[in-house]
């Protein structure tokens, strides 16, 4: 959004991972979002809020592995997959 601040959009990301469709989502995009959110530089930070606009079924399927991530996606798919795993 153009005239956002960095930290403005950090916490709309935050809240935009924290209100999914499913609750499975909630807690993954929220933890996440609370741990690394930080710590991405402004493109992955578009990547991520592009990720946002995914149906929660298909992110569900691409984190937990059932189904391989659409490529632009699979990067960004594998860090939020490792910090499921890591907790």
């Known amino acids: ?12 990301l935050k809240m935009r991972s924290m209100r999914r469709g499913i609750k499975e989502m909630d807690l993954i995009l929220m933890r996440f979002s609370e ?5 991405l530089s402004a493109d992955k930070l578009d990547l991520y809020e592009n ?3 995914e149906n ?8 937990s ?3 391989p991530a659409p490529q632009g996606f699979s990067g ?3 860090e939020i997959a490792q910090h499921v795993d890591a907790r």
């Open 76 to 78: 960004l798919i594998d």
């Open 35 to 39: 741990a690394r959110l930080a710590d």
């Open 65 to 67: 592995g059932q189904i």
């Open 1 to 12: 959004m153009s005239g956002e601040t960095r930290d403005v959009r950090l916490k709309r």
């Open 51 to 53: 990720l946002l606009e």
């Open 56 to 63: 929660d079924h298909d992110l569900y399927q691409w984190v």
